[in-house]
């Protein structure tokens, strides 16, 4: 996942939280109104501006972010009360310049409010919203600024600029009509009062859930009922116990998603049974962490924005400019998915009815059961479980010779970590990214075992962003939620989570690649369904048999994978990807379905909501939650997924797509490492994304890939 909103430039500043990508920073002078000692004064002289860890204390960031605003508040209002007539130069130019101490603030910001934060940070970001939603509002909605704006882009076609100019005209042009330029002043202060509050109930809502999930960590006091579980899972609840002053007992915390790891190895039902409850009723106990009356109001404030700005809904209005362009085309492709996605789904439910009727139970098959007994299924049916995995997935050796031996072979990346650059917390390391050439032209950090203060799921994002124009090179992290063990024992990785750590890397190549000379356009600023590609694409190197065979090796050992145990593995390549896509198909539904809802409609009773709309989407399959519940659905009550969940289905068909051409091509080459580098990675938004994937390709995309790589071809393909 690429977190929160996508900020580089003024535009970026429309955001509901402080989660947002970073804006690039550049050297200018000390704000007068931030005393020197606040590290976010000046930018930093770390190398390539990486943030002052050590150095920055939690009070810091508030300040400088209200200086931040000022300073760019200032800036802005000198372009639009220039009385030169407006140029290129004297509007775009000058507005990418702008907000720089407001950009390295959020850098350093981002991480920790996310990956390590803490009372003071979650009320810096519940403080700082609403300010930043009118800081937002204040450039958006500046007549004078849009003026001179428009002024421009109406001679657009004479002006005299490169591609990569005119692009960022229109960009920009567009994001300013598309937060309400060019509505009427009554109608601005509307708009400005309904930014707002979402931006409030935003940030609530985030800090709600993290302490929901805390809160609803399952706690064991028997060992028993944890039978099943491995040595190494054992030891690190019981460390996650001991952390939490909980000595004598065991915790396993709720990851991110629905379904949890461990109901695979859970052999006690009723253990089972309550961890999923767990984590299905996380963030809806009618307490001070229940999320469903704030995400019913975030819905009918979007509905009434969308109204606002002239758009049928919220989606709409999100997806204007986004590569499906409508609402009515990312639910066609979803619908043409869901009967293929259920009916396999319902094949694979039999085939488990049929195990648990073979174990001598007799009880219905509930969603608790499912990871559990589908993992019988296939060891029946591959001679293949988890447990003789996981041993040759540690993390370090994915890590070095899986994700950046890949890299290199691809595009000739090498990486030499450094501990000399201070860290926002221990466990995250640091890597120098150093090209083909021998240039560094990165930092890369990495942050990948799950915390009580860390948000749940993986994501990537920037501390520092790309800009020729700025003189900046990219500074861009990964987080993940991986297992820490117990001191001593390895770091062991499902396979799951190799996967994840391929697919954030994904991200972290878009960012490190980027080759842009505006902030607006560099890296991963483009549409949310197309920012998901390069990140699917690059899972695929993951299963690659000359990357696999070079990270996949016993952690005790050292021994390669078995042939006999890889070639298990490829057989069982499309097991249980009839459950995969319906619970991702019914999550990116369910956010369609919020984000449809049309203005003037009633606060919605968020259970029944769910439940009806899981059963007009065709995706009510009882033993197949949706990924995320609406309660717990971080992507797009908190991270600018909103009206965006499919883009993970619609990146998979680009992805599966792209992947085709490699092969067609040699597969894992550098030159073809170097073409999709030049022609994909490094091109950011400079120009339009489906003109781009086109002449890569040499066509638009298909969804024929997508349907034979998920294990769909033979299912039915439309209602």
Same mark, same amino acid.
């Not at 509007?91 to 907000?99: L, N, Y």
């Not at 899972?539 to 990270?551: C, G, I, L, R, S």
């Given at each position: 996942?690429?977190? +929160?909103?996508?900020?580089?430039?003024?535009?970026?500043?429309? &955001?509901?939280?402080? *989660? +947002?990508?970073?804006?690039?920073?550049?050297?200018?002078?000390?704000?007068?109104?931030?005393?020197?000692?606040?590290?976010?004064?000046?930018?930093?002289? *770390?190398? *390539? /501006?990486?943030?002052?860890?050590?150095? &920055?204390?939690?009070?810091?960031? =508030?300040?400088?972010?209200?200086? +931040?605003?000022?300073?760019?508040?200032?800036? &802005?209002?000198?372009?639009?009360?220039?009385?030169?007539?407006?140029?290129?130069?004297?509007?775009?130019?000058?507005?990418?310049?702008?907000?720089?101490?407001?950009?390295?603030?959020?850098?350093?910001?981002?991480?920790?409010?996310?990956?390590?934060?803490?009372?003071?940070? =979650?009320?810096? /970001?519940?403080?700082?919203?609403?300010?930043?939603?009118?800081?937002?509002?204040?450039?958006?909605?500046?007549?004078?600024?849009?003026?001179?704006?428009?002024?421009?882009?109406d001679q657009r076609d004479s002006l005299k600029l490169d591609a990569e100019s005119l692009r960022l005209v229109d960009v920009v042009y567009h994001d300013f009509v598309h937060a309400g330029a060019q509505l009427s002043d009554a109608d601005k202060a509307k708009l400005k009062k309904l930014n707002g509050e979402e931006s409030t109930l935003s940030a609530q809502f985030v800090n709600k859930l993290l302490a929901a999930a805390n809160k609803g960590a399952l706690v064991v006091s028997d060992k028993k009922q944890l039978a099943g579980l491995g040595e190494g899972d054992l030891a690190a609840a019981a460390e996650a116990a001991k952390a939490r002053k909980l000595d004598g007992k065991w915790v396993i915390a709720l990851q991110n998603t629905t379904q949890q790891p461990d109901l695979q190895s859970l052999t006690d039902r009723a253990t089972r049974q309550k961890l999923f409850e767990a984590s299905w009723s996380r963030a809806e106990k009618n307490d001070a962490n229940d999320t469903r009356k704030t995400i019913a109001r975030i819905a009918q404030i979007r509905a009434e924005k969308a109204k606002l700005l002239g758009y049928a809904d919220f989606a709409a209005w999100q997806l204007d400019n986004q590569m499906a362009k409508t609402p009515a085309t990312a639910l066609k492709f979803m619908g043409e998915l869901v009967p293929a996605a259920t009916a396999k789904a319902r094949a694979e439910a039999a085939d488990i009815e049929a195990a648990i009727a073979r174990s001598g139970a007799r009880f219905k098959l509930e969603p608790w059961d499912w990871l559990m007994y589908s993992e019988q299924v296939r060891k029946a049916r591959y001679d293949l479980d988890e447990s003789q995995i996981k041993p040759y997935f540690e993390l370090d050796r994915v890590l070095k010779d899986g994700v950046f031996y890949a890299a290199n072979q691809l595009y000739g990346l090498s990486f030499v970590e450094r501990k000399d650059l201070p860290v926002y917390q221990s466990d995250v390391r640091v890597f120098n990214v150093i090209d083909k050439d021998g240039k560094q032209i990165a930092l890369f950090y990495c942050d990948y075992f799950k915390r009580d203060n860390k948000n749940g799921g993986a994501w990537m994002d920037n501390l520092v962003g790309q800009s020729k124009l700025l003189g900046t090179l990219p500074v861009v992290y990964n987080v993940g939620n991986f297992t820490k063990p117990a001191p001593g024992q390895p770091a062991l990785l499902s396979f799951d989570d190799v996967i994840t750590m391929f697919h954030e890397f994904g991200h972290a190549l878009h960012g490190i690649f980027a080759d842009e000379e505006y902030p607006t356009l560099s890296g991963t600023a483009t549409a949310r369904d197309f920012v998901e590609f390069p990140s699917q694409f690059n899972?695929?190197?993951?299963?690659?048999? =000359?990357?696999?065979?070079?990270?996949a090796k016993h952690y005790q050992t050292g021994a390669a994978m078995p042939t006999e145990l890889v070639d298990k593995m490829k057989k069982a390549r499309l097991f249980n990807k009839g459950y995969d896509m319906t619970e991702l198909l019914s999550a990116a539904l369910l956010d369609m379905s919020w984000h449809t809802l049309k203005a003037g409609a009633p606060l919605q009773d968020v259970d029944t909501f769910e439940a009806a709309a899981l059963k007009k989407n065709g995706t009510d399959l009882g033993y197949v939650p949706p990924r995320y519940r609406s309660s717990y659905f971080l992507h797009i009550w908190g991270n600018g997924y909103a009206a965006g969940y499919y883009a993970y289905l619609w990146t998979q068909m680009l992805a599966d797509d792209a992947f085709g051409w490699f092969t067609e091509h040699g597969g894992l080459t550098r030159e073809n490492g170097d073409r999709f580098r030049a022609m994909i990675l490094s091109r950011g938004n400079s120009e339009e994304l489906a003109k781009l994937y086109r002449d890569w390709r040499g066509r638009d995309p298909n969804v024929e890939a997508m349907l034979e790589q998920r294990g769909l071809k033979d299912a039915p393909a439309k209602q």
């Open positions: 996942m690429l977190r +929160g909103t996508l900020m580089t430039t003024t535009m970026s500043l429309a &955001i509901a939280t402080l *989660l +947002g990508t970073a804006l690039a920073p550049t050297a200018h002078a000390k704000d007068a109104t931030l005393p020197a000692s606040n590290p976010f004064a000046a930018p930093s002289t *770390l190398p *390539l /501006q990486a943030p002052p860890f050590d150095k &920055i204390k939690d009070s810091d960031y =508030q300040p400088a972010i209200e200086a +931040g605003m000022r300073e760019q508040i200032a800036e &802005i209002e000198k372009i639009a009360d220039n009385k030169e007539a407006p140029t290129f130069d004297n509007t775009f130019v000058a507005m990418e310049k702008s907000g720089r101490m407001l950009a390295r603030t959020f850098g350093a910001l981002g991480v920790v409010s996310s990956a390590n934060t803490n009372p003071v940070l =979650q009320k810096v /970001q519940e403080d700082i919203a609403p300010q930043l939603a009118a800081h937002a509002d204040a450039i958006h909605l500046n007549p004078k600024l849009f003026a001179r704006i428009k002024a421009v882009h899972e695929y190197w993951a299963t690659n048999p =000359q990357v696999f065979a070079h990270y």
